[in-house]
């Protein structure tokens, strides 16, 4: 009798249980119902639509994935991406409200692989008060003073350590000179390691290790690029603890004059006397540093090599503006540029703002959405995921004039105040939506940096060089942006 009473009670049970889900579904699409979601779909269980949005495409073009949709359904669209519920922007307009509204109505969200990777301190994972205090010590670092003082001498010492290796007639890899450049520049004010040394070069080494896994599918096993960038950071972490130790004792062995002088020169020393960060929180606020500081910066000089190279009306100008400032500084008998040379640097700022704008360096960034949001009568629900597409306004021929062309000379026209051919643009209109250092509260620390880099860079490499592309190569993204066979380049030096 008990037995044939127990048998029967999941019997029993069943049809509340049946009843229960269906009320649960039912809620769930009431729910997403009374939402007006922007159109677009959700694609594959758990995978969604994130094989097609990563699917590599030319960087200087939208790919096909966003081109289609945004012809389907508009400059705003839902999907599912990177196995969430997601809203995908490419309206200039929402990218600007999205983060100007950072920490209120949205909150920058990476996937949990970046924070594995880069550090669960790592600036581009942090929110709140601690992003907050990171961040401002991250702006000392990269002040508007040490800019001018320390590091534009050093950013001339560096370019200069790697264009004097550049053999006459020789064929090397651009992406990888770059990334060398930016890389010693790195190492040098985060830890004041100096080129071709024993150790820096250690370090490069593994740092090339981890960033195939940072920019890898976050596959956790054995024999995966992921896994050995895990790994690499353990390596790399334990590399800088090393010099933190080091640096803990000769603070201590110096006295206090010699102390403010060691200390205060790179940010290794800063954080240790400045911040009450704890040795977890240093480490990775370095490696993030590095990361987000010589990636980037090497990318966009590799895009200004090869946007030139297809364009010498542009090397000719850039040439001409470049000999001028050096006469005058012969005349002056100068030899190091300096803050006025940098601001006399008129077109190669032209040049940068279009190798930014056509090249895209950093194509989306993610967010998430705080509270229920409404824009233009559509719907962002909460804990959704928000993609703004940055790349998406930069490419956009309602904004800029046939988008796809390297053209610097449309930024000339702007600041002159005449408008671009098409009339797309007035001032206000390109410098709101020109962002290819992100908005907001998380606007890139290192954009002025990274400006400085390219400029110097540019001068030497138009006075000493010309140069070609010494086999067929281009810019993928990945959506990382990578010249897959490295922008193969032959070199003549300018006699
Ligand atoms: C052309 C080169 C560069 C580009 C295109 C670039 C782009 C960006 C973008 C778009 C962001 C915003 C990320 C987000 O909002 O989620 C960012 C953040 C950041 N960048 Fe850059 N960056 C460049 C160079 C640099 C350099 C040279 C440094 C410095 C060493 C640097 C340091 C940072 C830091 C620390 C952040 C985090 C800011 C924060 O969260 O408050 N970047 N960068």
Request: proline residues 4%.
């Amino acid at each position: 009798m008990f037995e044939t009473e127990h048998t029967l009670v999941p019997l029993l049970l069943l049809p509340s249980l049946l009843s229960l889900l269906l009320f649960l579904i039912l809620l769930k699409r009431r729910s997403r119902h009374s939402f007006n979601l922007p159109p677009g779909k959700s694609g594959w269980p758990f995978l969604g639509e994130t094989i097609g949005y990563l699917k590599p495409y030319s960087a200087k073009t939208l790919g096909y994935f966003m081109q289609q949709h945004i012809s389907k359904y508009g400059k705003i669209y839902r999907s599912n991406l990177f196995g969430e519920p997601t809203i995908v922007s490419a309206d200039a307009g929402l990218n600007r409200f999205i983060l100007q509204n950072e920490g209120r109505l949205f909150e920058c969200s990476y996937p949990r692989s970046i924070g594995g990777i880069l550090g669960k301190w790592s600036m581009l994972v942090l929110v709140g008060d601690m992003h907050r205090d990171m961040r401002s010590i991250s702006l000392n670092f990269l002040s508007h003073a040490r800019l001018r003082t320390i590091l534009l001498k050093d950013v001339e010492r560096h370019t200069l350590f790697v264009l004097d290796s550049w053999q006459q007639h020789s064929v090397f890899s651009a992406q990888d000179e770059a990334k060398k450049f930016t890389f010693n520049l790195m190492a040098k004010h985060i830890m004041s390691m100096d080129p071709g040394e024993e150790e820096t070069e250690q370090l490069k080494k593994e740092y090339v290790t981890f960033m195939k896994g940072v920019v890898s599918a976050p596959l956790n096993l054995p024999g995966t690029a992921y896994r050995k960038a895990l790994q690499s950071r353990g390596t790399i972490l334990k590399f800088i603890e090393k010099k933190m130790e080091e640096r803990k004792s000769e603070i201590q062995e110096e006295d206090e004059e010699d102390e403010a002088k060691i200390t205060d020169d790179d940010l290794l020393g800063w954080v240790l006397k400045h911040s009450n960060l704890s040795t977890e929180q240093i480490l990775d606020l370095i490696l993030s540093l590095l990361f987000a500081g010589h990636e980037t910066s090497s990318v966009a000089i590799a895009l200004a090599i090869y946007f030139l190279q297809a364009c010498p009306k542009a090397v000719q100008e850039l040439r001409e503006e470049h000999l001028e400032i050096a006469r005058v500084k012969k005349e002056l008998g100068e030899s190091e540029l300096n803050w006025d040379d940098y601001k006399k640097m008129d077109f190669t700022h032209s040049v940068i703002n279009e190798t930014l704008r056509l090249g895209n360096v950093v194509r989306f960034l993610h967010r998430k959405a705080l509270r229920n949001v409404r824009y233009k009568g559509y719907d962002i629900p909460r804990g959704w995921k928000v993609l703004p597409v940055i790349s998406a306004v930069h490419l956009d021929n309602s904004r800029y004039d046939e988008p796809n062309l390297f053209n610097p000379w449309r930024w000339q026209q702007q600041n002159s105040g005449t408008s671009s051919l098409s009339g797309c643009g007035s001032f206000s209109t390109w410098g709101n939506n020109f962002m290819p250092f992100g908005g907001g509260p998380r606007l890139c620390a290192g954009s002025e940096l990274a400006k400085l880099e390219m400029a110097v860079f540019i001068h030497h490499l138009v006075l000493n060089f010309s140069w070609k592309l010494a086999e067929d190569d281009q810019p993928f993204a990945f959506p990382f942006v990578d010249f897959p066979k490295g922008l193969p380049i032959r070199v003549s030096r300018i006699l």
